[in-house]
């Protein structure tokens, strides 16, 4: 009889640790169940998702901000029986914290990969112990090989997206983040995994997770050949280090169809660029979103809000290259110290540490608490950080960023109004349009469609607005307004999911500012 092996994740319904060492599980002959614990399931939720698997052991990868999560899901398990071992950033750069729990019977430290089928076929006589991991030396084989639940296929399915990874690790040393070595995949591999998502769901976008794939413009031109060769094109969405982006760079990612570019700026200062060991100046952050204008490219931005030595003169820099260059989507955070990193360190010797740190309460969250907005949305938990001032200024860019765009969004719903009509979309910008819309009156407006649930979800935001029950409404929409661009992709993926999901054969327009800018 097979064992069985219940996979179980936190923050996203989808895990790429989770998928790579459960395609191992299948390899060694075990039964796997991928699982999502949601921070808001009950202790009676939880337990019903493991009886549900019936599994002999459970496995569960986390970050830190994840950790309590973990500590709930491994403590139920161990008393319905099983066992349990965690790996993850959290467990490698913080073993003992697990190791103190009697209900952890084994913490990895470091890549799974190379133990993961040793860890199986001893997993009877953990006790405790800390595994040391290891990468596998066939990165063609393991690394590339996914498993996928029902639900995430339905979902990719649904949403005609897919994520995919071009590396793991890191071969720079930011000192807020705590990189693992870099692994670049072999790009064969990566256009197979294309092709089959492309050819057997439809996939008309990749998202590529990893903000490695734009370190070698050599690399890039031969994905671009090898992609050309397989005869798909997919649009992409990437992320890129502004330091390294260049014209060249620009002109092969239109080639292969980029829409979307990520550039993880964190800051337009150059005092905290070098504190941040970002190796990039606030030259490269202009530079940037002009090549993205040149070349047609959506220039996404993100951003650090409370960090070590932040003072009003930083949060002004930034703030006037938000109004300058007018990134097109802006995501903004509350630094929280990251264990393992350089910073992390730095905040405990410099007196930034609350007192009464611990990891039981590290992040201050309280799921169950009405204004609760997601893991990563609460405010910083650190001493001697003028959050005021914080929060001034990530208020004061949001309100210039809608600023800018409100009228271009208002203008074209104003248009809809005159008929029935509905928002279709997904994600961040889908959710702001929302917003925004929320703070008006409409006298046609059915309700929206977020058109991947479970990706992106309402709670994060400030929305006041009917969601729209395909089938279940006797008003059936004239136009819906789509929150996807006017390009191959708002022609392509958008009309053809309303098509395909919902049988929608009506006029659709884009509501999407980008090129209003």
Known sequence: ??????????????????????????????????????????????????????????????????????????????????????????????????????????????????????????????????????????????????????????????????????????PFECTFCASQPYKPFQL?????????????????????????????????????KLLHEANVSPIFSLQMRASIFSEEFAKEFVAMGVTELGFGLETVSEKLLKFLNKKATVEDAYKSIEICRKYNLFPKINLLFGLPTQDQEDYENTLKFVKEMKPDAIFQHFYVPLPGSELYRYCIDHGYMPDDLSFDNYFGIDPKQKEFKGLLSNSGMLKNIDYDMASYYMNEIKRVTEDRLSPTILAKARIADEKNWILFGAGDYFHRVLEILSRHQWKNFLGYVNSSPAVFKDRVYDIKLDVYEWGRRETIPEIVLTTYHYDKNMKNTASIILSERYDYHGEVRSIATFGNN
């Not at 319904?13 to 614990?37: G, H, K, M, R, Y």
């Not at 050819?199 to 490695?212: A, H, S, W």
């Open 1 to 170: 009889m097979k064992k069985k092996l219940l996979f179980g994740f936190f923050s996203e319904t989808f895990s790429f640790p989770a998928s790579i060492l459960s395609s191992l599980a299948i390899e060694a002959n075990w039964e796997c169940d991928l699982v999502f614990f949601d921070i808001a399931d009950t202790e009676q939720e939880i337990a019903n998702k493991i009886e549900q698997s019936k599994p002999d052991l459970v496995a569960l990868t986390l970050r830190t901000f994840e950790r309590n999560q973990a500590v709930r899901v491994a403590q139920i398990a161990h008393t319905m029986g099983c066992k349990v071992i965690a790996g993850g950033s959290h467990p490698t750069v913080c073993p003992d914290d697990l190791g103190k729990k009697p209900f952890f019977d084994g913490v990895v430290i470091g890549d799974g990969v190379g133990v993961f089928q040793q860890i199986l076929s001893d997993y009877q006589n953990l006790s405790g112990q800390q595994i040391i991991g290891k990468p596998h030396q066939d990165l063609s084989k393991y690394y590339a090989n996914r498993l996928f639940t029902e639900k995430q296929i339905e979902e990719i399915r649904k949403s005609k997206m897919h994520y995919i990874l071009t590396s793991m690790g890191c």
């Open 188 to 224: 064969q591999d990566v256009i197979n995994e294309i092709i089959q998502f492309v050819n057997e769901y439809g996939v008309e976008r990749i998202v590529i997770f990893d903000d490695t794939f734009g370190l070698n413009l050599k690399r890039v031109k031969k994905f671009r």
